[in-house]
């Protein structure tokens, strides 16, 4: 998996590095097919914002979360992120299942 992290008006510190490393595991633990992971982190006045766009097989998905303070853009933005990556997989696996339900009851 690739990861790029970068910031834009802010300097990326070991700290929020780590932070978005730490927050981006759940997310790949729930679906291991991700590619690369483009993390942008940055100011604009008085708002912070955070975006990720994570590349899987098939399709690339981008998140973004502003707010007043950095890192609970950084959470909330993950939580989103995580659903969507539930949500995909959900959707790849009911494809791949085969027949679809009451099928059989058809003849």
Do not use: E, N, S
């Given at each position: 998996m690739n990861l790029q992290i970068s910031g834009h008006h802010i300097e990326v510190?070991?700290?929020l590095r780590e932070y978005v490393e730490n927050k981006l595991d759940p997310v790949v633990r729930?679906?291991?097919k991700v590619t690369g992971v483009n993390v942008v982190l940055s100011v604009e006045k008085l708002k912070?914002?955070?975006e990720v766009t994570i590349h899987v097989p098939g399709?690339?998905?981008h998140v973004e979360e502003s707010g007043d303070?950095?890192?609970?853009a950084?959470?909330?933005m993950f939580d989103k992120l995580d659903r969507q990556v539930q949500k995909y997989k959900?959707?790849?696996q009911d494809?791949?299942?085969g027949e679809k339900p009451g099928m059989q009851d058809a003849e």
């Open positions: 510190t070991p700290a729930h679906f291991d912070q914002k955070a399709k690339d998905m303070d950095l890192y609970a950084i959470d909330a959900q959707k790849i494809h791949h299942r």
